[in-house]
């Protein structure tokens, strides 16, 4: 019997899940399953816990931003896997789990005796998700790995930046946040597989696939002519204009992705006769002569604001916005009115502010309230959902085989 915890919203409550992960790319897999209502338990190493509450900068009151940013929804419970209790409790856990996810190197959970033959072994009907540098097979499959390591393997920094310029990687960690989605998506199809047959299994994702995956357009030109593509700053390498152009007051994206659009930018610019130029009539035209028409929409871009841009680009229906700083963004009254910034109380930093859930339900909406958890902040409610009396629970924090937040 699955021990009872409070019914959570969103159209995955009743989920447990345990995360066993830190940094980045095992913590947004939990993140985007607690927003949507699972019942996450952040079980973190002793001492010290995930690796991003040591990112001191930028902190809120001592307390760092990134690891809150990363693990609000969830419960704490502190435990040491690497004593023999420990890892006693974390199989007594997974009786009673649906879901547990890693972002250990490769083997890493095997050393512990807690790999997934092991845990399956425990409760047939888990789903375990592996979130690794370069995934569980292929001669790779041992090596541990970062984002910016998986960016240089998949190709993403020879096509990131300016011509003629230094590889750069994407000002973003791409490749540890959509390792992360991944696995919330290779989850939830493994769940809908459990709900049809009761039957558990692997989901085995890692940063170099998740790097590999965002190549699809340069994948798809490589395929098709052996040549390599190169960096192309803003521009798409695909299709023009497609990129950022410079405006009075500061950086304007228009989209003339397809012929119409193209069309209509021409007249918004007061240049009809491009359309008819032999150097633009086509979007192969365009592409061969992409640094003249680029110059050729500056100059005009150049002599009003973003804002007049924006209005005359709306007005003809052509797709375009201004390349915004992370404070615009974040405080534009569109992604206000998306709920994604959300307000938190947190024990120790006080008042903070999060990216909400990027997914929308009609039916069963989000709730994303709960800030990060203090490291061991739920060790003894949660062992306490487990069985263990009270005075069980106190001698193993004094053994230091679990802790327990202030």
Request: charged content about 20%; some cysteine.
């Amino acid at each position: 019997m699955k021990p009872a915890t409070t019914p959570r919203s969103g159209p995955l409550g009743g989920l447990r899940v345990l995360e066993i992960a830190q940094i980045m790319s095992g913590p947004t897999c939990g993140l985007l399953l607690a927003d949507m209502g699972a019942d996450v338990v952040k079980l973190e190493k002793l001492e010290g816990g995930d690796d991003a509450r040591g990112y001191r900068d930028p902190q809120v009151n001592g307390v760092s931003a990134p690891f809150m940013m990363m693990n609000r929804n969830k419960r704490g419970l502190a435990l040491d896997l690497k004593h023999a209790e420990g890892r006693a409790l974390l199989l007594r856990m997974v009786k009673h789990a649906d879901v547990l996810v890693e972002n250990f190197r490769g083997g890493t959970m095997d050393k512990l005796g807690l790999g997934y033959e092991t845990l399956k072994a425990e409760n047939p009907g888990l789903i375990y998700c592996a979130i690794s540098g370069y995934g569980r097979t292929g001669p790779y499959a041992d090596k541990g790995g970062f984002d910016l390591i998986a960016q240089g393997f998949a190709g993403l920094m020879s096509i990131t930046g300016e011509p003629g310029r230094p590889p750069a990687k994407s000002g973003s960690a791409v490749s540890d946040m959509n390792a992360g989605i991944l696995g919330a998506l290779g989850i939830l199809a493994a769940y809908i597989h459990k709900l049809k047959t009761g039957e558990g299994q692997l989901v085995d994702t890692s940063l170099a696939d998740a790097a590999l995956q965002q190549t699809y357009w340069h994948a798809a030109v490589w395929f098709a002519t052996q040549q390599t593509p190169q960096p192309t700053g803003s521009a798409h390498i695909l299709t023009a204009p497609y990129q950022a152009f410079e405006a009075s007051d500061g950086w304007i994206n228009i989209g003339g992705a397809n012929q119409a659009n193209w069309e209509r930018i021409c007249t918004v610019l007061g240049h009809p006769e491009w359309r008819e130029d032999p150097r633009f009539a086509t979007n192969r035209d365009r592409m061969a002569h992409r640094e003249t028409l680029v110059d050729l929409m500056n100059d005009v871009v150049r002599q009003r604001t973003r804002a007049t841009w924006q209005a005359a680009f709306d007005a003809a229906g052509v797709p375009a916005g201004p390349v915004h700083t992370i404070g615009e963004a974040l405080s534009h009254p569109q992604t206000l009115a998306r709920h994604m910034v959300l307000e938190l109380e947190h024990p120790e930093a006080g008042t903070t502010h999060a990216i909400g859930c990027p997914i929308q339900f009609s039916a069963t909406p989000t709730d994303s309230r709960a800030p990060a958890p203090l490291l061991g902040q739920h060790t003894r409610e949660l062992l306490a959902e487990y069985g263990l009396a009270d005075d069980e629970i106190s001698a193993l924090i004094e053994r230091g085989v679990v802790a327990q937040a202030d």
